[in-house]
């Protein structure tokens, strides 16, 4: 397989292929755009989707850890192995490229092997800034922060958090069922207007305990909500517990990506044509700064496929390398980016970091699907005192319920025996069934000192620069993921665990499989790409969706936030269609 080399030649230009005219042309069919389509289609506008990957079934997928862990690479398309972006600390440094992420090119995307953990943002995600001056003062945002409000609230959001919600199938119980609190749901949530579709996935005796432990450590777990199947759903099964949604697809159609539900809902419309391993290279506009369509490269023939709307629906990573690289006439510096802001406010989750604790006694955690588990949100977002802690948000601390026999090979020795060797068979051969982790999953925020461009030296396989990320340290995140373990500890404690292990901190991840930011959205173009409804503040006829336009990082997995986002970036377009299109 062909990787990224530095310094390599850009191939000969080969000459396009014009294609019928569309309405909608969207670049990339995963997590975001593979739910915008929906009402794109139900409203009868003509869409071509094109998608790196291609379809995936069911027999792709199984219940084992080698097929999913380390041959993935077969199985997830190319693409994204061929452009890694590259990682530096500093602008000093000559950025090197880290490992593959875990993304996959496929019809459904990353929807397809993710955890299906579907979260909403907490109100006070969306107005950090404000709401942080207003109760601790100005110097309480951190140094190097630029952090803004969001250009809408959780209120304009609820709607299509309950809309995704139901398209795409979620389990949950409910803790602010419109304004009455629940205990047995998240009680820091903000306001929802209904229950889940479906109730949470199965209990166990672990998950009892742990929950049950986590109340006498005086916290408020509640189950992770999750877009799998609790019952059985439009047809398809309800989770069947092989566990194994880190990395592979659900082969019993249980795990609701868009591959299996909002796309071929869209497909039934006949407005809905998908163009599979077609490679996206350039965003064309006209003189006057509209999009006219897309370039692309499909088994190495080049096409352009004009359309009066664009919609960018990539990773976050080349979302801004797709910008970057459509330089034109209107966009010497890179499409939408006349007041240079694609790139800048790139957040990753970081300083997530594991807690893991060895308990006397087995848990009986194995197999069953990762977002089964309990979760912790006392000590995220702001619902707690930060005065004198030195820093603001936090961390939602989450232990899950999935585990397999190679990686309970990872299994911590916590000083007690070495990392090899018959000792270590032994401690493993007596423990491996009695340790679990917690993930600390960190508010994060944007900073002057952290950004994506493109690197001058690595190119992928058609010679385009990859991007490349540049991120320094984050105090503030540190000092919040520390008082995270701490408050983990205290529950793993509670728990009976004899000993516990932190993993340090990261600086800043080399890469992100929950990279947002990058082209955020607000009110200006001088600090935003684009407006509160997902369209370029420079380009009026070009969408962006994706975590690209997230302003702030929750404690707590994006992805429901930004199918939200896509969905209400595509009703907007279907009202505002002749505005935007004419």
């Given amino acids: 397989m062909e990787t990224a080399a530095r310094a390599r030649t850009t191939p000969e230009k080969i000459m396009a292929t014009n294609l019928k005219p569309v309405d909608v042309v969207v670049v990339g069919l995963g997590a975001s755009a593979g739910v915008a389509v929906l009402p794109l289609a139900r409203a009868g506008i003509k869409i071509a989707a094109l998608e790196a990957g291609s379809w995936m079934q069911p027999g792709d997928f199984r219940a084992d850890e080698i097929h999913n862990n380390v041959r993935r690479r077969v199985t997830t398309g190319t693409k994204v192995w061929d452009e890694i972006p590259t990682f530096r600390t500093n602008p000093e440094q000559r950025a090197v490229q880290g490992a593959a992420p875990t993304m996959m090119n496929a019809v459904g995307g990353t929807s397809i092997h993710y955890y299906a953990n579907s979260w909403r943002f907490q109100p006070w995600d969306f107005k950090v800034r404000s709401e942080t001056v207003r109760r601790y003062g100005a110097s309480a945002i951190p140094q190097g922060s630029t952090v803004e409000d969001w250009p809408l609230s959780y209120d304009d959001l609820e709607p299509y958090y309950d809309t995704i919600e139901y398209e795409i199938g979620v389990s949950g119980k409910a803790g602010n069922l419109q304004g009455k609190i629940d205990s047995q749901g998240n009680v820091f949530e903000g306001f929802r207007r209904r229950e889940y579709p479906m109730p949470p996935l199965r209990e166990t005796e672990f998950i009892d305990m742990i929950r049950g432990a986590a109340k006498k450590a005086g916290f408020h777990p509640h189950r992770s909500p999750a877009a799998i199947n609790s019952q059985p759903r439009d047809g398809r099964s309800p989770c069947a517990y092989h566990g194994y949604c880190d990395t592979g697809g659900c082969h019993v159609k249980a795990k609701n990506s868009t591959a299996v539900t909002t796309i071929p809902a869209a497909l039934k419309t006949k407005n809905l044509t998908i163009f599979e391993r077609a490679h996206a290279t350039r965003i064309r506009t006209d003189d006057n700064g509209k999009t006219s369509g897309v370039e692309y490269i499909k088994d190495g023939e080049e096409f352009f496929q004009p359309a009066k709307v664009v919609l960018l629906a990539s990773y976050t990573y080349e979302n801004v390398r797709m910008l970057l690289l459509s330089k034109s006439k209107a966009y010497p510096n890179g499409l939408a980016n006349n007041h240079g802001q694609v790139g800048k406010h790139y957040i990753g989750h ?233």
């Fill in 350 to 582: 970081w300083a997530n970091r594991e807690v893991t604790g060895l308990f006397p006694f087995d848990l009986n955690l194995w197999y069953g699907a990762n977002a089964q588990g309990v979760v912790v949100n006392d000590w995220a977002d702001d619902s707690f005192d930060h005065s004198g802690l030195g820093f603001i948000g936090g961390a939602s601390l989450t232990v899950n319920h999935e585990l397999h026999p190679i990686a309970a090979s990872t299994l911590p020795t916590f000083g007690r025996v070495p990392q090899w060797g018959a000792q270590w068979k032994k401690f493993l051969n007596e423990n491996a069934g009695r340790w679990t982790s917690a993930y600390a999953q960190v508010n994060s925020l944007p900073y002057e000192n952290t950004w994506l461009d493109l690197d001058p030296e690595v190119r992928d396989k058609h010679g385009d620069p990859v991007c490349r990320i540049t991120s320094g340290p984050k105090q503030n995140e540190q000092r919040a993921s520390a008082h995270a373990a701490k408050k983990t500890e205290e529950w793993f404690r509670a728990a009976g665990a004899v000993d516990v292990v932190h993993v340090p901190n990261m600086v800043g991840p080399s890469l992100s499989t929950h990279a947002v930011g990058g082209t955020r959205m607000g009110a200006k173009a001088e600090s935003s790409v684009v407006d509160q409804w997902g369209f370029t503040h420079e380009s009026p006829n070009l969408g962006i969706l994706g975590g690209s336009v997230l302003v702030t990082h929750g404690a707590r997995n994006p992805t429901l936030t930004i199918q939200a986002l896509a969905w209400r970036t595509a009703e907007h377009l279907v009202k505002n269609w002749k505005t935007i299109a004419g």
